[in-house]
Every structure is written in C-alpha cells, then in structure tokens.
C-alpha cells in the first residue's frame, strides 16, 4: 500500500542554518504531496504542498520539489529561525481523500 | 474564522467508561476526518466520512465509532476505554474529492485511559 517515509529526528539546528528533511512515499497513481507543520500543543498546519510531478511548493522560506524520477519530496529552507522550532510532517493524500502520513521529524532551532 | 473545534482538549478516562469527542467544523466541508497520533508514529485515519449520513472505516478502527447527521459535526464515540486507547485525536475536514485539496485540522483531544 501506498506509503511515507521521513528522516528520524530530532534535527538541531542553529539559526540561521540550512535545514534539509528527507521525503520519500510510494504510491500507486498521482498523489497529491505535503509537508504539514505542528507546533508544540496545536494541531496541524498546512506548509506547503505539490499537486503534480516537478511542482514545487514553497511557503514561508520552506520549499519542496515533487520528484517523480526518485519518489520524493524533500523540504528545505535556507536560513532557520528558532521559531520554525515543530514537528514537520511529510504527507500523500492516499485513497479517496484520507492522507497518508510520515512519522514526523522534529525541529530543534537554537539561538 | 473557527474552522475545525474539537472538545473537549484534555480528558482522563477509567477503563471501561465510555466517551465522545466533539468535532464541529464551520467552512462547509464535505469531508471529514478522525485521526490519531501515537508518539513517534505519525497520524493513523480512524474513521472519515463524504457527507452528511455516510461514514466508513480507515486504517485503525476498533474500539471506536462515529456518525454525521449534519455536514458540520463529527462526533468519534469510545464504547468500552481501553489503554490502547490512550494517544491524541485529531479531526479534519476537506472540501471534497479533489487529492490536491489540504484538510483542515482542529487542536487536537488529548486523551488518557488509565
């Protein structure tokens, strides 16, 4: 069945960083892609998401190129702040429109 | 703007007792969502429905049920609490049918079975 797979965490950082999170998913079909956010005690934020193969979605200094060649979606910012600080999470929208999610990777930007 | 209101946000459960969570959504959205989220594990789809009347089963199931008589709530129902019951529950909702749309999470309920 269709699938995420996101780097373990925790990634600490200092701010001003480049941040990378590894995105990989299998699927059968076009998935839609996305990288949701959560804070510490909020529920999830849309960051970004691609809709087709080459898309690339960006949001807040946060960008994410759909690559269908090697079934990725990588996330990347060039300089973090502290308060980027959350658990990220790489998602597919799977069967009928329910969405298939990595485990979550989790953000330590320090100052 | 509300969007997706989950009650109540903390609740502590004996074995056995039952309880609903509430979830109401104020944007019109057809489809809605129950997940839950287990440390280190992600979010797993409980239940969803497309519409006022029509619900069915996602990935982890058991131990729970819903219904939607309204488009705007979404109540998830525990029978019979057990520890394994124990984690955070999330709902969203979605527009419709098109993969390209994003849900719409509420804060969460963050449950305890003790």
């Known amino acids: 069945g269709d699938s995420v797979t996101q780097m373990e965490g925790p990634v600490t950082l200092s701010e001003e960083a480049f941040l990378t999170i590894n995105c990989t998913y299998t699927?059968?079909?076009?998935?839609?892609l996305f990288w949701y956010v959560q804070y510490p005690g909020e529920g999830l934020q849309l960051l970004l998401k691609?809709?087709?193969?080459?898309d690339k979605g960006s949001n807040k200094g946060f960008e994410a190129t759909y690559r269908k060649e090697t079934t990725s979606f990588h996330l990347e910012k060039g300089s973090v702040q502290v308060s980027d600080s959350a658990v990220y999470f790489c998602?597919?929208?799977?069967?009928?429109?329910?969405?298939?999610f990595g485990k979550g990777t989790t953000l330590s930007v320090s100052s | 703007n509300a969007g997706v209101t989950q009650t109540p946000k903390f609740r502590i459960l004996k074995i056995g007792q039952s309880m609903t969570l509430q979830c109401t959504q104020d944007?019109?959205?057809?489809?809605m969502y129950w997940y839950r989220q287990d440390p280190g594990m992600g979010l797993k789809l409980i239940y969803y429905?497309?519409?006022?009347?029509?619900?069915d089963k996602g990935e982890v199931p058991n131990g729970y049920n819903v219904s939607r008589s309204t488009t705007e709530d979404f109540p998830l129902r525990l029978e019979l609490a057990a520890p394994s019951q124990t984690s955070v529950y999330f709902c969203?909702?979605?527009?419709?049918?098109?993969?390209?749309?994003?849900?719409?999470f509420g804060d969460g309920t963050r449950l305890s079975i003790l």
């Open positions: 969203a909702s979605s527009p419709g049918q098109d993969r390209g749309q994003p849900q719409h």
């Open positions: 699927a059968t079909g076009y998935p839609s």
């Open positions: 691609a809709t087709k193969a080459d």
């Open positions: 998602a597919l929208s799977g069967w009928g429109t329910a969405l298939i």
């Open positions: 944007m019109n959205h057809n489809y």
């Open positions: 429905s497309v519409g006022a009347g029509i619900t």
